[in-house]
């Protein structure tokens, strides 16, 4: 069964970085596309970072460009968010997302929370 586990979510100060990490367990995990979301309280998830199963192509929500970075490593089965220069509004719950579209199916980590706050 594929699994999602992210970490490295904390409180930071603004201005400051963290860099979450999700592990995946499945063989296939090179053939995903993967993402992270967010959801602030009140807010609907969104679309943080995207990235294709092989890495070279990335997407970022307007809101987060030029200071998130996402990537990954398809021998280690690692995708990995940095996160520079943090808001306030960067302040929520971070979620891993996997898209298998061989099988049509995707997959959710339980989320790690970032608290941005002086």
């Known amino acids: 069964q594929v699994q999602l586990v992210e970490s490295g979510g904390g409180l930071v100060q603004p201005g400051g970085s963290l860099r979450l990490s999700c592990a995946v367990s499945?063989?296939?995990?090179?053939?995903?596309?993967m993402n992270w979301y967010r959801q602030a309280p009140g807010k609907e998830r969104e679309l943080v970072a995207a990235i294709t199963s092989t890495g070279r192509g990335t997407n970022y929500a307007d809101v987060v460009k030029g200071r998130f970075t996402i990537s990954r490593d398809n021998v280690k089965n690692m995708m990995y968010l940095q996160m520079n220069s943090l808001k306030p509004a960067d302040t929520a719950v971070y979620f891993c997302?996997?898209?298998?579209?061989?099988?049509?199916?995707?997959?959710w980590g339980q989320g790690t929370q970032v608290t941005v706050s002086s």
């Open positions: 499945s063989c296939t995990f090179s053939t995903y596309a």
């Open positions: 997302n996997a898209w298998d579209a061989y099988l049509y199916k995707d997959y």
